[in-house]
């Protein structure tokens, strides 16, 4: 798949399939993720993959906005080392896109949960044995996708400001894929 057609067909998926997802697959995603970049080359990343659905339970009523991590059979949890990358939260980020678009493109949909600074990092580590010295920046849902959501995206011309901020013009904005092959 065209990396185009990953960037603008991804959407955040909130509703699973019952259907579980190959290993091959799962493993193709996070060997995708760490080949994003990070500070220094540092790689400080771990995943934990949880498929077991008591595990997945309780992951749910942990985070109020991840209630669906109960329903997609997959989780994974993005683990950094912040003594090891004071850009730790970028490295995981980048790691985490790729991770979104190989599942993508692999006919999988996901949606990222926000972790880190939230009251539900605590009982996450807590819960899946995560040492202290560790963080979790995000969760990630993955499964077969039982819904396709649009996507809204503000103009790109109102982000762009041409040698100074504030000036700004038209441009020919590329077209999003509303249905991607
Ligand atoms: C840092 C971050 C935290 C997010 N946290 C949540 C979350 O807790 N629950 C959720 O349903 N979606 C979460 N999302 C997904 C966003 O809501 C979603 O990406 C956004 O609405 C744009 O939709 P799209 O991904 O379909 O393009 C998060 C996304 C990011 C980048």
């Known amino acids: 798949m065209d990396v185009f057609e990953a960037i603008l067909g991804r959407r955040s998926i909130r509703k699973y399939l019952d259907k579980p997802v190959e290993e091959e697959k799962i493993i193709k995603c996070l060997y995708a993720a760490t080949w994003a970049p990070s500070a220094h080359n540092s790689q400080h990343w771990n995943f934990i993959i949880v498929t077991d659905q008591e595990t997945r339970r309780r992951m749910a009523e942990i985070h109020r906005w991840g209630r669906f991590m109960a329903e997609s059979p997959v989780v994974i949890a993005v683990l950094g080392d912040p003594s090891k990358s004071s850009f730790w939260r970028e490295d995981l980020g ?5 991770m979104l678009l190989a599942a993508y493109a692999q006919g999988l949909g996901t949606c990222w949960m926000g972790v880190a600074d939230t009251p539900y990092e605590e009982p ?3 819960l ?3 040492p202290e010295n560790l963080r979790v920046l995000c969760t990630v849902a ?3 996708p039982a819904e396709s959501p649009s996507g809204r995206r503000e103009k790109l011309r109102r982000k762009l400001h041409w040698e ?13 894929l509303e249905k991607p092959p």
């Open 124 to 126: 996450i580590k807590k």
């Open 128 to 130: 899946l044995g995560i």
């Open 164 to 176: 100074k901020y504030g000036v700004q013009r038209e441009i020919k904005e590329p077209a999003i």
């Open 142 to 144: 993955l499964g077969y």
């Open 94 to 98: 980048a790691a985490v896109q790729n």
